[in-house]
């Protein structure tokens, strides 16, 4: 048997090892703790935002505040590589202030339907390329001992989408760059923001490609029932520059159905507010009730048999042989690339008493996926 020695001897030792543990322990909380405080300072830091910089971005603000107030540009060139990581060339402008790009960002998606519904990359090369696969490896059944042979190979399409140069160019009267109290960078980005968005977003309609986006209704457009990879499929309406007079509903029924099941899902409707107003008519076969249902959590657009309905004044209006009304997954379908950047040239010797701000972006569109879009066709045939 143990001594009271040997036992207290057994006790302190345990006690050494109990409290040696709780210190590592505590030690490793503590660091856990300042780890977390850590990333949520980061979090927490101000950078980028409106009202709220970092020091090299509130030098880049004053000195670019300054640049378009008065054309003073000294240090610009230096204060932006260093605030942006980014080079610029006085002659060919400089990069707009982050925030203010973010600004055109968001009136582009405010204005254009497509915009807002496409898949929007953002690349640092003169154009986007991307490989599909328009066709995979059928299975074939063998019997015991025997061999189906070959099976057809994947067939793949090249899809390039090239950014093309635009510009808008606002301008002010010289003594509004000298009142203080005007927010002229936010004003200059608005105006900038509403001109590409309008621009843009009727390209993405119509655009045929040259030297700009290519739309969606710049394809071939053939019958959905002899469609084929690189052309847009569509449905007729039964009547000429109108929906047919007897069961409207079943063609917008069919025009639904001619999309792929597993695009339908996130699929939207795509028309101007005057065709819109004609379908908010169109009623089922008893007339009991409208087909179009309005949509409380949704915008204005409302739902059309259980897809939401998306309003874009790039849409052509009902006419003879018009393609008004697209059903189909844009963000699957179409895609718009930006070329990473906005520049800014300040010209004040154009006009006396007036000084111009000319804009210029890079970015293009196209359809990449053709099954993912439909049409329907206002005509007989």
Known sequence: MSSITDITDLLTEQGKTFTERHKAD??????IEKYIQGIEAKANRPFCAVGSFSPDQEDHRKA??????????????????????????????????PEMDAVIDRIAEDVSAMYRLADVRTIKTAKYEKLVKTSGMAMSRVGDGATAGETTEPT??????????????????NESLED??????????????????????????????????????????????AYAWGSVGFILSGKSAAFTSVAPADKIINLQHSLKQQYRSAA????NDSTLEAVRQIKDASGSYYLWQPDPTAAFGGRLLGNPVEIDSGMPDIAAGSYSIAFGNFKRGYKIVN???TTLIRDNLTAKGKTKFNFRRRFGGGIYNFEAIKLMKFATS
């Not at 977003?201 to 045929?208: D, H, K, L, V």
């Open 180 to 225: 203080a109290g005007v927010d002229l960078g936010s004003d200059l980005a608005n105006e900038a923001g509403i001109a590409f968005a309008e621009g843009g977003g009727a390209e993405f309609i119509t655009g045929n490609g040259v030297g700009k986006a290519r739309g969606i209704l710049s394809y071939p457009i053939v019958a959905n029932s």
């Open 268 to 271: 939207v409707w795509l028309m």
């Open 26 to 31: 505590s030690m490793r909380f503590e660091n």
């Open 64 to 97: 670019f505040d300054s640049y378009l107030r008065k054309g003073e540009a000294d240090g610009l060139s230096h204060i932006q590589q260093k605030a942006m990581n980014s080079s610029s060339d006085p002659d060919a402008g400089y990069l707009v202030l």
């Open 339 to 341: 070329r990473a950047g």
């Open 156 to 173: 793949y399409a090249k899809i390039q989408i090239d950014v093309h140069t635009a510009e808008v160019e606002p301008w002010a009267n």
